[in-house]
């Protein structure tokens, strides 16, 4: 039997790559880099406006390979003298577009704050894979993160409310 699967009422139309940079100070660490990377993920979304079935969803990640215990998604930089060995940056934007009789506007704003990045790193991982190949640093992967609201029931109602 073959299942029959529905569209989601937002879909992605487009994706527009703003800036893909990639410093690499030490390429012989760089080439065989097997340790922590460190994050920090900004999220921008464009004017919500009702009736208006476009909206824009914009990833900014800054990446660098200083060793940590633990990958944190939002780490703010200090001015640290260690340089490191690799470091990089992705700017995109995610274009979709809203069938509002099937997705409620007042749900929109929680959508492209937490499902949005979500839909959006893939695309993010795949940009940052292939320039880090290019620049010469093997297996770069991003970690895979929790989404929120993914928990029970009840937590995931808090964050994504039905739409019905």
């Known amino acids: 039997m073959q299942t029959k699967f529905q569209h989601h009422p937002i879909q992605l139309i487009d994706i527009t790559v ?3 940079n990639m410093t690499v100070s030490d390429p012989h660490v760089a080439r065989d ?13 464009s004017e919500l406006v009702q009736d208006d079935p476009n909206v824009s969803v914009g990833l900014r990640i800054l990446f660098d390979s200083n060793s940590s ?30 069938d509002y009789s099937k997705f409620k506007f007042e749900h929109l704003a929680s959508w492209a704050k937490i499902n949005a990045p979500f839909l959006l790193l893939p695309f993010v991982r795949e940009q940052v894979y292939g320039l880090a190949i290019r620049a010469g640093i093997k297996g770069l992967v991003f970690p895979l993160f929790v989404q929120p609201g993914s928990g029970s029931k009840a937590e995931s109602l808090a964050v994504a409310p039905d739409n019905s």
């Open 69 to 98: 215990s633990e990958t944190e998604m939002v780490i703010e930089q200090d001015g640290d003298s260690n340089q490191p060995a690799f470091s990089g940056e992705v700017e995109l934007v995610g274009h979709f577009t809203v």
């Open 33 to 45: 880099y097997e340790g922590e990377i460190t994050l920090k993920l900004d999220i921008g979304r």
């Open 18 to 20: 703003l800036k893909l």
